[in-house]
């Protein structure tokens, strides 16, 4: 996938652009009907499928206090993109001036930077410009103007309501990690890369990654059963999100997550690993002695190695479009 972050390196593409405009946090179903539609739309211009997004989400640069929890990075969702088959990205820096453009100006701004567009795809609630004033409507009319097509998409329904970033990212920190997968499509996960921790887990004999996560949005504290991706290969894990409680007892420190790769040897320093969360197992404990805690940790890989051994790749649950 080509990825682009000024408009004026655009060399003049040959075949028609169908661009999907959007943010894209989380890359989930009602995103992904976007893309696909794209998809499908470049396929009938003879062209190719592009994406139109911003490397940080608007409200950090208008008003950081009220800018929600990613669920993905930027690297995590360009890869979730690039995966659902896109050709292209168009990822602008968000600033200041770009937010004081004015709808009109915004588009004009687009049409001609992309010569070749032919079609733009949005959805119903996709808003653009100076205080968020445009709308699909007015794309729509500026497009026909210029000879290009705008469709807007309704929105895809979990339980009757539309899936949203706002409403995964409750659901994750919610602990209601079925709900949040059957809106993403996936299982939810975290990308991060494995630093250098105490090296308690190898102490112990069951030796953990440390992973610092790219993303905001997590679950409740807790030990879970997790699929990983980690040096190009697909793991089986048990994964605490934690204070440490049996070592860092009534101190104030932050939690951190600890991943134990089941039947994995080798040094994954500095590597990005991506844990998808399976089930949560169980809340976690203070341990008298060590000797307890090891014994523990026995008994939750072995309770996530039946669940993880019959657990599907992804999850399905009540949706539907409008």
């Known amino acids: 996938m080509k990825i682009i972050e000024d408009l004026h390196t655009l060399t003049k593409p040959v075949r028609p652009i169908t661009l999907a405009a959007g943010f894209f946090d989380g890359v989930h179903i009602g995103h992904r009907s976007i893309l696909e539609r794209a998809i499908k739309s470049a396929h009938n211009h003879g062209g190719e499928a592009w994406v139109l997004t911003f490397d940080t989400h608007p409200l950090k640069i208008l008003c950081p206090e009220s800018a929600p ?3 993905t990075s930027t690297k995590h969702k360009l890869e979730l ?5 896109i050709d292209g990205c168009i990822m602008l ?3 200041t001036k770009l937010a004081n453009m004015s709808p009109t100006d915004f588009a004009d701004w687009l049409f001609h930077r992309v010569p070749t567009l032919a079609e733009i795809v949005v959805g119903e609630n996709w808003r653009f410009g100076a205080q968020a004033l445009g709308t699909p409507e007015l794309l729509q009319s500026l497009g026909s103007k210029a000879n290009l097509t705008v469709t807007a998409l309704a929105p895809v329904l979990d339980d009757g309501q539309p899936i949203s970033s706002t409403r995964i990212r409750n659901a994750i920190m919610h602990g209601e990690l079925e709900h949040a997968a059957a809106m993403l499509g996936r299982p939810v996960s975290v990308l991060g890369t494995v630093v250098h921790g105490r090296a308690i887990g190898r102490k ?3 030796p953990s990654a440390n992973i610092d996560p790219h993303n905001e949005a997590l679950p409740p504290l807790g030990v879970y059963a997790v699929k990983a991706n980690a040096a190009g290969k697909k793991y089986n894990g048990v994964l605490n999100f934690g204070t440490r409680p049996t070592f860092d007892k009534d101190k104030a420190v932050p939690p951190v997550l ?16 991506e ?14 002695t060590i000797e307890e805690l090891k014994l523990q940790i026995q008994k939750d890989i072995e309770q996530a ?3 993880l051994n019959r657990t599907p790749n992804c999850h399905r649950h009540r949706i539907s479009t409008k």
């Open 69 to 71: 929890l990613m669920l």
């Open 81 to 85: 993109i690039h995966s659902c088959g």
């Open 93 to 95: 820096p968000f600033s």
């Open 204 to 206: 112990l004999g069951y």
């Open 258 to 273: 600890e991943l134990h790769l089941l039947d994995f040897e080798g040094n994954l320093y500095d590597h990005n690993i």
């Open 275 to 288: 844990a998808h969360f399976i089930a949560r197992m169980r809340d976690e404990w203070y341990f008298a």
């Open 305 to 307: 190695r039946l669940i």
